[in-house]
T-cell receptor, first 113, second 117 residues
Framework: DQQVKQNSPSLSVQEGRISILNCDYTNSMFDYFLWYKKYPAEGPTFLISISSIKDKNEDGRFTVFLNKSAKHLSLHIVPSQPGDSAVYFCAASASGSARQLTFGSGTQLTVLP | DADVTQTPRNRITKTGKRIMLECSQTKGHDRMYWYRQDPGLGLRLIYYSFDVKDINKGEISDGYSVSRQAQAKFSLSLESAIPNQTALYFC????????????????FGEGSRLTVL
């Protein structure tokens, strides 16, 4: 049973518009959440993270929102650029688990010029 | 040069063969990991090591073994490969936790694509 779920395998957005990628989790022990981006033929790279003590973290065009009561987080990219086209993985970890990351299945974002 | 290097990048082998995937890193990190990526399943942890003498099973360790030859080297072996081990394999590293600070950041290699016929 997947503890971190990304229910949208793909998302297409027009350049300049907002991209919203969603992630749900089931394990209430998760207290740290991350987003990774992956281009073809490359390894995933860290994008942004958020601790459960916060509900928002912003880094340039990227903002992650956390709704603990709904066990939901989202990544907003504004404005979207063609170079943002990649697979985005949501990941989560819990204290006491040696901080292992549990990954979602990924969402392929395509930003159309 | 990449900070986390995986070899080989691509490998095709036959059922029953022994295969080894190697990973080396120049980041000076203590922690190393092996993940596999399958379509629709994301990244799943196979094994991880917090130092040379510390090896731990991950979510899907059956059919795999690892060796931490040095701080910078962590290899993954399939003793007798089977077709459902066809996947993209990633090595990753992370720095040790500093007190309660957790960056969560893993540094990944470029991946090793393994096909078992």
């Amino acid at each position: 049973d997947q503890q971190v779920k990304q229910n949208s395998p793909s998302l297409s957005v027009q350049e300049g518009r907002i991209s919203i990628l969603n992630c749900d989790y089931t394990n209430s022990m998760f207290d740290y959440f991350l987003w990774y981006k992956k281009y073809p033929a490359e390894g995933p790279t860290f994008l942004i993270s958020i601790s459960s003590i916060k509900d928002k973290n912003e880094d340039g065009r990227f903002t992650v929102f956390l709704n603990k009561s709904a066990k939901h987080l989202s990544l907003h990219i504004v404005p979207s650029q063609p170079g943002d086209s990649a697979v985005y993985f949501c990941a989560a970890s819990a204290s006491g688990s040696a901080r292992q990351l549990t990954f979602g299945s990924g969402t392929q974002l395509t930003v159309l010029p | 040069d990449a900070d986390v290097t995986q070899t080989p990048r691509n490998r095709i082998t036959k059922t029953g063969k022994r295969i080894m995937l190697e990973c080396s890193q120049t980041k000076g990190h203590d922690r190393m990991y092996w993940y596999r990526q399958d379509p629709g399943l994301g990244l799943r942890l196979i094994y991880y090591s917090f130092d040379v003498k510390d090896i731990n099973k991950g979510e899907i360790s059956d059919g795999y073994s690892v060796s931490r030859q040095a701080q910078a080297k962590f290899s993954l072996s399939l003793e007798s490969a089977i077709p459902n081990q066809t996947a993209l394999y990633f090595c990753a590293t992370s720095d040790r936790l500093s007190g309660t600070v957790f960056s969560g950041e893993l540094f990944f290699g470029e991946g090793s694509r393994l096909t078992v016929l």
